[in-house]
């Protein structure tokens, strides 16, 4: 008889040492995932040599990084890239189609995180408070995690952009916020809370943004010195309201009576001042401190660069020092979590929603193939010639995202002949400058177009959402005005499809791969780092050299 107790002892004291074995499992406290909006991969050896070792420099020496790391949809855009990002899905599964796309069954615009049965919180009147994640159709990486804990993990999305902030967030998060350019606040909506924390209140009548503009912008290292740029003062960037040339050093109090608030998103000081935003949220929410001993997500997104971008085109000096400035951003981010959280505590990587393309005119100065496609006159030449054929006006409602949208109402009260219309409008465009290739979408696994870019066609195409007929433009053209200034992005082409990928922390190994990766595999990397379920959209692979789980 005691022989059978001692047994009965024994067994009931490896059960309890196997359940307390499962109930710590590693894992780390805290996962950060910052995205630069419009980084292109080769922005992190172009100006390598005059990066510190704490930011990039740091990211690539300790962490793992997936160099050959391509987008797999057109058109190359910051929401989709944000949604592809964190649910491993894309546009033709996760329903967001653009910034803004159109509902083929109603006609109706609409922006991507647009929902109007919320307001804003904290400011925000009108569109820009009246968003959440509703349109994006799949649950994000940040979802899994609050389901894999019974929602005991806290997650936050935090950008300057809207989208930027809500879609990697999720529709289950704990917050989302933004950036309003009206008031200088940070803010949120209804779908989140009915009113902001304290420490958010707080955070905004420090009116941060001002002591940035006090410091004006000019250059951290003397101009002379950028030798990896275009002249200061050139033909291919645009000017602030209120400034006569776009040269340093730039005036920010001065610009800021013009361009109110709005102003910080266009100078390296908005991912300053979106970083020490998130410094508050981790300090104030205590993420990475749960106390249910589970793991927190903080989304981070960096739109400055993006409009930077935008105003300037990529080789411009206030590029240059936007990104050697987000250099020591990061450098000091870094630092802080490891005081916060504790190095090895984190999870971080670092990865981008597109890139971007040089300034057409520039490439041209430079002898170049390039140049602009008006959407506007190819659709008023391709309604035009419907017109003759079928006698009605404005068959075509759009070619927004590199797209044909048809006027779906108007052929439905007209009994119009759809598959005519498609044959007529592939038939013109081709015909067109720069435009490569053009397929109808019900065709399009049998076009004659390369594999690759035809796997992106697909995968970008959501049926509901996308136009019918998908034009692909030749490289380095892009839908804008005729000696348009500064840049942008959209296409299929390196420059806009190759980001960076970049690992560190908990879970990873040290290293880098040249092997083709998808941004598609992001969020199932994380997953299977944090030994959750990928998302419920998820196509893509988990870069398993990367992951070096602890047990």
Known sequence: MKFKTNMLLAACCLFSISIFATESLPKPKLVVGVVVDQMRWDYLYRYYDRYSDTGFKRLLNEGFSSDNTLIDYIPTYTAIGHSTIYTGSVPAVHGIAGNDFIIQATGESMYCTQDDDVVGVGGGAGKIGKQSPKNLLVSTVTDQLRLATNFQSKVIGIAIKDRGGILPAGHFANAAYWFDGETGNWITSTFYMNDLPKWVKSFNKKKVADDYFKQ??????????YVLSTADDNDYEETYKGEDKPVFPRDLVKLKKENGYDLIKATPFGNSLTLDFAKEAIESEQLGKNPAGVTDFLAVSLSSTDYVGHQFAINSVEIEDTYLRLDRDLGAFLAYLDEKVGKGNYTFFLTADHGAAHNPKYFADQKGNSGYFSTLSAKEELNNKLEKKFKEKDIIKSLTNYQVHLNNTLIAEKDLDEEDIRELIVKEMKKIEGIAFVTDMDKAALSSIPLKIRERIVNGYNIKRS???QYILEPQWYSGRKDGKGTTHGTWGSYDAHIP????????????????????????????????????GNIGTPIIEAIDIKE
């Open 501 to 536: 990928a970049i690992f560190m922390g908990w879970g990873v190994k040290q290293g880098n791969t040249l092997r083709e990766t998808h941004m598609t595999d992001i969020a199932p990397t994380i997953a299977s780092i944090l030994r959750i379920e990928a998302p419920n």
């Open 216 to 225: 004006g912008w000019k250059t951290l290292f003397p101009i002379d010195t």
């Open 467 to 469: 136009g019918v007929i």
